[in-house]
Nanobody
Framework: HVQLVESGGGLVQPGGSLRLSCAAS????????MGWFRQAPGKEREGVAV???????KYADSVKGRFTISHDNAKNTLYLQLNSLKPEDTAVYYC????????????WGQGTQVTVS
């Protein structure tokens, strides 16, 4: 069965960096669109970045130039490098997967907390 397990969250000061990882199993990782989403308390979930099976990445305007999504198909792992973090980046970050890139992927991880303070 599909499993997505995030790690790498934590508490960081403004201007700091983190790298999130998402270990995937149970599907053909290289054929899927993979994405990172986040949800802050009292706010709706929002897409942060996606990367398709060809390696094409897209970002939310709020994170362009600061966050970088990447994947390692040999390790079945998705990454999100978060630089120049701001307090408004505080949220639970979720890894997600689907055969197509859209706003409501079929498969989700459990989330990892990122707190910028």
């Amino acid at each position: 069965h599909v499993q997505l397990v995030e790690s790498g969250g934590g508490l960081v000061q403004p201007g700091g960096s983190l790298r999130l990882s998402c270990a995937a199993s149970g599907f053909t990782f290289s054929s899927y669109c993979m994405g990172w989403f986040r949800q802050a308390p009292g706010k709706e979930r929002e897409g942060v970045a996606v990367i398709d099976s060809d390696g094409l990445a897209k970002y939310a305007d709020s994170v362009k130039g600061r966050f970088t999504i990447s994947h390692d198909n040999a390790k079945n792992t998705l990454y999100l490098q978060l630089n120049s973090l701001k307090p408004e980046d505080t949220a639970v970050y979720y890894c997600a997967a689907d055969l197509v890139c859209d706003d409501d992927p079929n498969f989700w991880g459990q989330g990892t907390q990122v707190t910028v303070s």
